[in-house]
């Protein structure tokens, strides 16, 4: 069962246009969620996080929405830049759980020059 | 710097033998985990750990044992049990409680593993 879904494996981007990565989830106790961007062979790195009492979380060229009742996420970068072509993965944690994040299998996105 | 390190980068296995993946953090996080990432699948939880000697198996944990004798500490083993060893492990810590909520997970560079 997989509670949190990406369901776009890859996008592609026009540089300077802005782009959109989406993540839906079922779990309806998920507390905060992230985003994190990883290179090919190498770790994951965090990107920006929500708690699930806010609409919106913005950092320079990186802005996460969150809409609980759709329970979707989305990440937007603008303007896009070729040093933002990575995989991103959405993560979701419950805080009454364990402590453990739940990843999405990931979007490819490709910033074109 | 403060980090977590995971050695070596490549590694290759014959098949049938055991090959221990190691994991080290100088961050004094409490918990740390093993994930694995194969292409299309994200990224999936093998083992964890929230505390020195005690640990708990994750979604895909058959064919793999770990041990926590040290904070800093979390090898992973791949044994010959495991079907399809081929992959990139990867390794992360972080703060247990509250704190590991909104900060996330610190991951190592990873580990990729072949068998030949």
């Known amino acids: 069962d997989q509670q949190v879904k990406q369901n776009s494996p890859s996008l592609s981007v026009q540089e300077g246009r802005i782009s959109i990565l989406n993540c839906d989830y079922t779990?309806?106790?998920?507390?905060?969620f992230l985003w994190y961007k990883k290179y090919p062979a190498e770790g994951p790195t965090f990107l920006i996080s929500?708690?699930?009492?806010?609409d919106k979380n913005e950092d320079g060229r990186f802005t996460v929405f969150l809409n609980k009742s759709a329970k979707h996420l989305s990440l937007h970068i603008v303007p896009s830049q070729p040093g933002d072509s990575a995989v991103y993965f959405c993560?979701?944690?419950?805080?009454?759980?364990?402590?453990?994040?739940?990843f999405g299998t990931g979007t490819r996105l490709k910033v074109l020059a | 710097d403060g980090g977590i390190t995971q050695s070596p980068k490549y590694l290759f296995r014959k098949e049938g033998q055991n090959v221990t993946l190691s994991c080290e953090q100088n961050?004094?996080?409490?918990?740390m985990y093993w994930y694995r990432q194969d292409p299309g699948q994200g990224l999936r939880l093998i083992y964890y750990s929230q505390i020195v000697n005690d640990f708990q198996k994750g979604d895909i944990a058959e064919g793999y044992s770990v041990s926590r004798e040290k904070k800093e500490s979390f090898p992973l083993t791949v044994t010959s049990a495991q079907k399809n060893p081929t992959a990139f492990y990867l390794c992360?810590?972080?703060?247990?409680?509250?704190?590991?909520?909104?900060?996330?997970?610190?991951f190592g560079s990873g580990t990729r593993l072949t068998v030949v």
């Open positions: 992360a810590s972080s703060i247990h409680g509250q704190g590991a909520t909104s900060y996330g997970y610190t």
């Open positions: 961050l004094n996080h409490d918990a």
């Open positions: 779990n309806s106790m998920f507390d905060y």
């Open positions: 993560a979701a944690i419950a805080v009454t759980g364990t402590y453990k994040y739940i």
């Open positions: 929500i708690s699930s009492i806010k």
